[in-house]
């Protein structure tokens, strides 16, 4: 269940990158659903990693690479056919990161990626820092967006599973026991659930769960929030690498003690 690619650099500090969904394979779900497209063409399309490049030049960590394959297409490393798998996927994670004895764990990603690094930032108490990009909070929200036509791939017509998987961030088992991970969130004002971010925030705190958000105010929206401002985003990634915060500071202005916004361009 835990597939992708391991870069081992010889550190004690590992990033889990989960995978956004990527133009090619969103374009691929009407061809995925009417049978045009085999599992096998599918699976090439998950060997296109993202952030590789950042791993090639920052070699202070190790970095796992996690495919999400599931549902047909993928699964927000969450469901797959109407199921949930995070549990079984958490075990293998844990496995994993105590074979190779890894003192901190940075989860990143972006949208479903985002949703991937916070739900086991949650989950996973061995998880030290969550970076999340423009994550989904409300998944099946976003699935009735992208392909309501083709939503029984990730649900498999069940309505009551899809109403679950659509709350799974406000459920209780997973603030059974709440782990020191530190929370960053980017989003922008334009993103499609930038509103559910920051009600989720409000739900966090009412937890006694911390959080820092990073505001972006231009108009870009949710798939160029991310691609537009790389060199922020690698900045902060950076920052938390190495445990520094200048890089962060070049791009960001703290406006609060759980808050930031990013100087114009």
């Known amino acids: ?33 009417n049978q045009e497209i085999n599992q096998k063409q599918v699976a090439l399309m998950h060997e296109r990693y993202t952030w590789i490049k950042f791993a090639e030049r920052v070699k202070a960590a190790d970095y796992l690479f996690i495919k999400d394959h599931f549902s047909s297409v993928y699964g927000w490393y969450l469901i797959d056919s109407g199921k949930f798998i995070h549990e079984k996927l958490n075990v293998e994670l844990t496995k994993f990161i105590q074979k190779y004895r890894y003192k901190r764990v940075i989860a990143f990603g972006s949208s479903k990626g985002g949703t991937g690094a916070l739900l086991y930032g949650l989950l996973n108490p061995l998880v030290t820092d969550v970076f999340s990009l423009v994550p989904q909070i409300h998944v099946a929200d976003y699935i009735n967006i992208l392909c309501p036509t083709e939503k029984s791939l990730f649900f498999a017509d069940n309505t009551i599973f899809e109403e679950q998987v659509n709350e799974v961030f406000y459920s209780a088992p997973l603030y059974a026991e709440i782990s020191p991970t530190t929370l960053y969130f980017y989003t922008g004002l334009e993103d499609i659930q930038f509103s559910a971010l920051l ?58 003690v759980d808050s930031y916004i990013l100087k114009a361009d």
């Open 1 to 33: 269940m835990l597939h992708g690619k391991h870069f081992q650099n010889g550190s004690d500090t590992l990033v889990i990158v989960f995978q956004n969904a990527g133009k090619p394979l969103n374009d691929a779900i009407p061809a995925i659903f």
């Open 199 to 256: 009600t989720y925030r409000h739900f966090l705190q009412e937890k006694g769960i911390k959080s820092q958000l990073f505001l972006n105010r231009s108009n870009e929206r949710h798939t160029r929030l991310v691609n537009q401002y790389t060199p922020f985003i690698f900045g902060v990634l950076e920052d938390m690498i190495y445990r520094e915060t200048k890089r962060t500071s070049e791009h960001a202005v703290q406006i609060g």
